[in-house]
C-alpha cells in the first residue's frame, strides 16, 4: 500500500525536491494534498500533474485565481488562509505531513498532525525553535516520529541511530558559512541583498538564504538540535565547514567520532525521511573522492555573525524568548529583502528584541503566538 503525502509548502525548495523524490518512487508514495503561499501558478501547474484530494492556499487573495485556472472539474477540496493549513490535516487521512513551510507559519501545521499522531518530516526550523519544547512533549506524549529534513539534523539523527544519548558527548553542527565568512567585520555594513542571496554551496529560499548569510540559520539548527535529539545547548558546536561535505558529526564519550557525508543535495535527506528505516536507490549526484582536494574546519567569528551567540543566548532564557528570537530576525530579513535595512541591521533588531522582552516561562501557546506578533511589532516600530 502506497503511502499518502501531504507536502505543506509544495512550491518551495523542499517541496519542489520533494515532489521529484516522489515522482522516482511512485510505487511507495502518493500525494494526496499540497499547499503554497503566493506562488499559486506553480501550485496550479503541480496540481494539474499530481491531481491531488486537498489542496491549501495560504494567501486568500491568490484563490479566484487559482479556482479561474485550475480544472474545477477535478475532484479536489480547497483550503485557505492560515487557517487552512491545520484545516487540511484535521481533514486529510495521511500517513506523513512534510513540513516546508517557512517562517513561524510552520508551528501550528505541526502540532495539529502530531495531535493526529500522523509523523512529520520536518524541514521547518522555526517549529522548533519557536515551540520546541511543546512540539518535543506532544510527539513523545502521542508517541509520533518527527523525522529532521535539515541536512544537518538528518546528519545527527543518522549518526545516533544505534546509539544511547548518554554516551554524546558533543554534537557538531557543520555550516557552509555562506557567502561571508571571508570577509572582513566592516565590509558587512555594505552587503546588497544580491550578495546575501548568492549563497556557495546551496540553492534555497530566499528567507533562509539571508538566514545563512548571518548564520542564524546555524543558531536555530542549535535550538532545533536542543529538543530534537534531548542535547543541552552546551554540549552543541558550531563548526564553519566551506565545500558542505560533511554534513554533521557526533562526538562520544570515548573519543569516537561521526560523521555523515554526502553530496550537498537536499532530495538526500528529504528521500530518507521519507523511506526510513529502508535507504532506497537514488540516482543524484554522488561523492567522487578523487576530486575532494580539502576538507577545511574553521571557528565562527560571532564578533562577525552574533546571531549565533543570540540565539544561545535565546535558548538559555528559555520560555518564549526564542519564538522573539525568531520573529524578530523573521521581519528584520523580510525588511533587508525590502531593501529598508542594511545587513548589518538584522542582528541588531534582534538583540534590541531580546533586551526588551519579557520572557514568559512555560508558556502555552497564546503565550508563544502573542511573543511572536510582539517581536514582529517592536522591530518594525524600530525601522519603519
Not at 488562509?81 to 481533514?91: A, F, T
Not at 558533543?170 to 549563497?199: M, Q, W, Y
Request: glycine share 6%; aromatic share 8%.
Amino acid at each position: 500500500m502506497k503511502k499518502k503525502i501531504i507536502i505543506l509548502g509544495s512550491t518551495g525548495s523542499i517541496g519542489t525536491n520533494t515532489i521529484e523524490v516522489i515522482e522516482k518512487n511512485k510505487r511507495d508514495f502518493q500525494i494526496v494534498g499540497i499547499t503554497a503561499g503566493k506562488n499559486v501558478k506553480l501550485l496550479a501547474e503541480q496540481a494539474k500533474k499530481i491531481k491531488p484530494k486537498y489542496i491549501g492556499i495560504a494567501d486568500k487573495r491568490n484563490v479566484e485565481w487559482f479556482t479561474k485556472n485550475y480544472d474545477e472539474k477535478e475532484n479536489y477540496l480547497l483550503f485557505s488562509g492560515e487557517n487552512g493549513l491545520k484545516e487540511i490535516i484535521e481533514e486529510c487521512e495521511a500517513d506523513l505531513v512534510i513540513n516546508g513551510l517557512v517562517g513561524a507559519v510552520g508551528l501550528i501545521p505541526t502540532l495539529k498532525a502530531l495531535e493526529r499522531r500522523i509523523p512529520v518530516a520536518l524541514a521547518n526550523k522555526e517549529t522548533m525553535v519557536i515551540g520546541g519544547e511543546m512540539v518535543s512533549e506532544l510527539a513523545k506524549k502521542n508517541k509520533t516520529e518527527i523525522f529532521p529534513v535539515d541536512s544537518e539534523h538528518s546528519a545527527i539523527w543518522q549518526c545516533l541511530i544505534g546509539e544511547s544519548i548518554e554516551d554524546i558527548k558533543r554534537i557538531i553542527l557543520t555550516a557552509s558559512g555562506g557567502p561571508f565568512f571571508e570577509k572582513d567585520f566592516e565590509e558587512l555594513d555594505c552587503v546588497t541583498v544580491e550578495e546575501a542571496l548568492n549563497h556557495p554551496n546551496w540553492k534555497m529560499g530566499k528567507k533562509i538564504t539571508v538566514d545563512s548569510s548571518t548564520m542564524m540559520n546555524k543558531g536555530f539548527e542549535v535550538i532545533e538540535a536542543r529538543w530534537l535529539f534531548g542535547i543541552p545547548a552546551e554540549k552543541i558546536e558550531i563548526i564553519i565547514h566551506p565545500q558542505s561535505i560533511i554534513h554533521s558529526m557526533v562526538e562520544f564519550m570515548d573519543g569516537s567520532v561521526k560523521a555523515q557525508m554526502g553530496f550537498p543535495d537536499m532530495r538526500i535527506p528529504i528521500q530518507y525521511a521519507l523511506t526510513f528505516p529502508k535507504r532506497e536507490n537514488a540516482q543524484w549526484n554522488r561523492l567522487d573522492f578523487d576530486k575532494i582536494n580539502e576538507l577545511t574546519f574553521l571557528s565562527p567569528d560571532l564578533k562577525k555573525f552574533p546571531c549565533i551567540s543570540l540565539a544561545y543566548k535565546s535558548l538559555e532564557m528559555g520560555g518564549t524568548m526564542p519564538a522573539v528570537l525568531n520573529a524578530a530576525n523573521e521581519t528584520a530579513v523580510s525588511l533587508f529583502l525590502e531593501k529598508k535595512i542594511r545587513f548589518t541591521h538584522i542582528p541588531i533588531a534582534i538583540e534590541k528584541a531580546i533586551n526588551e522582552h519579557k520572557a514568559v516561562k512555560n508558556p502555552n501557546l497564546k503565550d508563544l503566538l502573542e511573543s511572536d506578533q510582539w517581536a514582529r511589532n517592536y522591530v518594525k516600530e524600530i525601522f519603519v
